[in-house]
Nanobody, 116 residues
C-alpha cells in the first residue's frame, strides 16, 4: 500500500522560504516520477514541479522556476524547497506519484500561507 505524507507547510512572510517534505512508503518500483501540486479554494489543482524517480530529471511550472527546487533522497523522501515566496504561492500543496502516465497516489496536503 503506497502512502504519501506531506509536512513542512506553515505561515511565512513574503520573501521568506519553506521546505516541504513528502515521505513515501510502500512499493515504489513502478514509480515514474513524483510531483508537487498546489490548490487554492475555488481553483483547479496546479502543477508545480516534477522529479523523475529513477533519473531525477526535474521540470517546473513557469510560475515557480528559479524559486522552487524539487529533490529527493535515497530514503524515499521528496522535497520542495521554496524561496522568495510571494502571496500568490499561498495554497495547499500536495505530492503525488506518477505511474503508467497518471498521478495515482496523493498525499493529504500541507498548507502554505504567505503573508504580504
Amino acid at each position: 500500500q503506497v502512502q504519501l505524507v506531506e509536512s513542512g507547510g506553515g505561515l511565512v512572510q513574503a520573501g521568506g522560504s519553506l521546505r516541504l517534505s513528502c515521505v513515501v512508503s510502500g512499493p515504489t518500483f513502478s514509480f515514474e516520477a513524483m510531483g508537487w501540486f498546489r490548490q487554492t479554494p475555488g481553483k483547479e489543482r496546479e502543477f508545480v514541479a516534477r522529479i523523475g524517480w529513477k533519473d531525477s530529471n526535474t521540470y517546473y511550472a513557469d510560475s515557480v522556476k528559479g524559486r522552487f527546487t524539487i529533490s529527493k533522497d535515497n530514503a524515499n523522501t521528496v522535497y520542495l524547497e521554496m524561496i522568495s515566496l510571494i502571496p500568490e504561492d499561498t495554497a495547499a500543496y500536495y505530492c503525488a506519484a506518477l505511474l503508467l502516465g497518471a498521478y495515482r497516489y496523493w498525499g493529504q496536503g500541507t498548507q502554505v500561507t504567505v503573508s504580504s
